[in-house]
Nanobody, 125 residues
Framework: QVRLVESGGGLVQAGGSLLLSCAAS????????MGWFRQAPGKEREFVGA????????YYADSVKGRFIISRDNGKKLVYLQMRGLKPEDTAVYYC??????????????????WGTGTQVTVSA
């Protein structure tokens, strides 16, 4: 059974940083691309960033480019989302997801087959 568990969320002031982690189990982690998405109250889930199987290729939503960095450790079956320069509009529940395909520029959740339950990030002004 595939399981993705996010952690590291919390309350932070604007301009602060957080490091989110996503622990994977029940799958061949090195064989899947990973994505981060977020959903703010009353809004649709939106793409944040994705990383390919080796970790060499990554891409981000324009809204987080230059502030967020995705990385992964295949040996530990972990994917990270380092968030810096946080803004109140980054407040959301953050989810990690796995995909058997990596398509640069894909922003939709289509193709992501497994999802975590999310971790709350709240950025105060």
């Amino acid at each position: 059974q595939v399981r993705l568990v996010e952690s590291g969320g919390g309350l932070v002031q604007a301009g602060g940083s957080l490091l989110l982690s996503c622990a994977a189990s029940g799958l061949t982690f090195s064989g899947v691309a990973m994505g981060w998405f977020r959903q703010a109250p009353g809004k649709e889930r939106e793409f944040v960033g994705a990383i390919n199987t080796s970790g060499v290729s990554k891409y981000y939503a324009d809204s987080v480019k230059g502030r967020f960095i995705i990385s992964r450790d295949n040996g530990k079956k972990l994917v990270y989302l380092q968030m810096r320069g946080l803004k109140p509009e980054d407040t959301a529940v953050y989810y990690c997801a796995s995909s058997f395909s990596y398509v640069t520029g894909r922003l939709s959740a289509e193709g992501y087959s497994n999802w975590g339950t999310g971790t709350q990030v709240t950025v105060s002004a």
